[in-house]
């Protein structure tokens, strides 16, 4: 079946260092890739997507491209900021099966602290 | 502004009584979910609903049960049955199932039984 992998936490960076948040994903058909964020206390917020191969998604700074060959969908900022400090959720949705919200497979999640 | 509410925060309960969680969106959504998500996983969904009077397990649906009576409101109920119902619960609604159609999440219930 579907699966996403996502690098172990916590992740601890200075404030303005580059992140990187590992995710790859195993999946039987052409999937839907997302990125959601969950600040403390309160529930996820889609932060960006990728419908095909190549795509890139941005927003807010994030970015992630969807690498078909490595079956990858890494997030990345170039300057973090305290305020970016939250839980990161890689997910995917099988197209193959209907791209349905109820088929989204989710990571683990990665957690990240920003120190100023 | 729209949203979804989902109410209480923390919910505390003794083992053997059924508990019910609430959510409730103005954002017109046709779709709504259900959530857990437990420390150190991912989230797993429980129920989900297309449209009114009409709801589908998802992939942990034992001893829970929901209705969708109205558009805005899908009620979850935590059973005596289900075996570890401590957890974070997430409500979560979007336009229509389709991937493209973002998820919009409530602020969670967390869930305590004792």
């Known amino acids: 079946g579907d699966s996403v992998t996502q690098m172990e936490g916590p992740v601890t960076l200075s404030e303005e260092a580059f992140l990187t948040i590992n995710c790859t994903y195993t999946?039987?058909?052409?999937?839907?890739l997302f990125w959601y964020v969950q600040y403390p206390g309160e529930g996820l917020q889609l932060l960006l997507k990728?419908?095909?191969?190549?795509d890139k998604g941005s927003n807010k700074g994030f970015e992630a491209t969807y690498r078909k060959e490595t079956t990858s969908f890494h997030l990345e900022k170039g300057s973090v900021q305290v305020s970016d400090s939250a839980v990161y959720f890689c997910?995917?949705?099988?197209?193959?099966?209907?791209?349905?919200?109820?088929?989204?497979?989710f990571g683990k999640g990665t957690l990240l602290t920003v120190n100023p | 502004d729209g949203g979804i509410t989902q109410s209480p925060k923390y919910l505390f309960r003794k083992e053997g009584q059924n508990v019910t969680l609430s959510c409730e969106q103005n954002?017109?959504?046709?779709?709504m979910y259900w959530y857990r998500q437990d420390p150190g996983q991912g989230l797993r969904l429980i129920y989900y609903s297309q449209i009114v009077n009409d709801f589908q397990k998802g992939d942990i649906a034992e001893g829970y049960s929901v209705s969708r009576e109205k558009k805005e409101s899908f009620p979850l109920t935590v059973t005596s049955a289900q075996k570890n119902p401590t957890a974070f619960y997430l409500c979560a609604s979007s336009i229509q199932t389709g991937v493209n159609s973002p998820l919009h999440f409530g602020n969670g219930t967390r869930l305590t039984v004792t």
């Open positions: 990728a419908t095909k191969a190549d």
């Open positions: 954002l017109n959504h046709d779709a």
């Open positions: 999946a039987t058909g052409y999937p839907s």
């Open positions: 997910a995917l949705s099988d197209q193959s099966s209907g791209g349905s919200n109820y088929k989204l497979t």
